[in-house]
């Protein structure tokens, strides 16, 4: 077993999803080849027992609920430092990799050691869906890449659901501050500030991976369709755990683009008001005048 790649994976509550990414490492050969490390944030689900019944040879890291993905992610990163990992990867349990994903990902950092390199990810149900991957920076925000299978290319921001780092990154900028970023956008603030300090970013499309996309009540996919109350939008952008919290943007506009992510910033949330004045019509008159022309504030920025 290789001591010096240590695999990430944080978790909650989602005891059939991480024994299904643990399945999938095992068939891959990767639980034997790699030290992994589940950091469960206090999941009430049996996940932690599952795990040790069934995959005794990975490490699992106890939360108390409060660590969302950033706390996660650092007390993993924290302990693979402290065993001494040469390169570390972070990854969702709801990933699903090709054979010979991990050992390619962390090659390629071998071979460029100021790269930290993400894989592109399609949707499992809609194997033609960008899930996740490689951004190119505009001026308008940052637009997804897709790449043809079989290339590795420079891109400006990705993802955390699959990313491979040295731990010179570690080194030079410490670890993820769950202050700043505590869930939603953690990875792209530190992704952020490693590439101001000289790493080069890649997205790697040489691997088949995919992901089970699942809606979240903190990130609703479709702001203007999604039932319910209808002021959930500005609650939202006052909660620090959400995607669209004000603060979190605030950082990464303001990081990404300097003065001209104030533009960015106001552009984002300037949305926010007419699309909650939009909620207080009910579903059904919703669907019918703009289901051709669905509005949402989350769109890669």
Not at 1 to 11: E, G
Not at 203 to 216: G, K, L
Not at 239 to 244: A, F, I
Request: one cysteine or more.
């Amino acid at each position: 077993m290789d001591d010096k790649v240590y695999i990430l994976i944080p978790v909650h509550n989602r005891r059939a999803i991480t024994l299904g990414c643990l399945q999938a490492l095992d068939r891959n050969g990767d639980l034997t080849r790699h030290r992994v490390v589940v950091i469960d944030d206090g999941s009430t689900d049996g996940t932690g027992a599952a795990i040790a019944a069934s995959f005794p040879t990975v490490t699992v890291l106890v939360g108390d609920g409060n660590l969302w993905w950033t706390g996660a992610i650092r007390l993993g990163m924290e302990y693979a430092i402290a065993q001494n990992t040469a390169y570390i990867v972070w990854l969702n349990d709801d990933c699903r990799l090709a054979p010979g994903t991990l050992a390619g990902l962390v090659q390629f950092c071998t071979d460029r050691p100021n790269a930290i390199v993400g894989a592109q990810g399609f949707e499992q149900d809609v194997p033609n869906r960008l899930s996740f991957g490689g951004k190119r920076k505009t001026w308008q925000g940052y637009r997804f890449l897709t790449l043809p299978p079989g290339q590795t290319v420079p891109c400006d921001l990705f993802s955390g659901n699959l990313v491979c780092l040295p731990r010179a990154v570690v080194d030079a900028i410490g670890y993820p501050d769950p202050q700043t970023g505590p869930h939603y956008g953690g990875d792209s603030l530190y992704l952020l500030h490693a590439q101001k300090a000289g790493f080069q970013l890649w997205v790697d499309s040489r691997y088949t991976v995919t992901n089970h996309a699942a809606e979240s009540r903190l990130c609703p996919s479709d702001w203007l369709m999604t039932p319910g109350d209808p002021w959930q939008l500005v609650r939202l952008a006052f909660n620090p755990y959400s995607g669209l919290s004000w603060r979190l943007w605030w950082r990464l506009n303001w990081l990404a683009y300097g003065p001209w992510g104030i533009v960015m910033f106001a552009k984002k949330y300037v949305s926010i008001l007419p699309l909650t004045v939009l909620r207080l019509l009910p579903v059904t008159i919703r669907q019918r005048l703009f289901r051709p022309a669905q509005v949402s504030p989350n769109q890669p920025t």
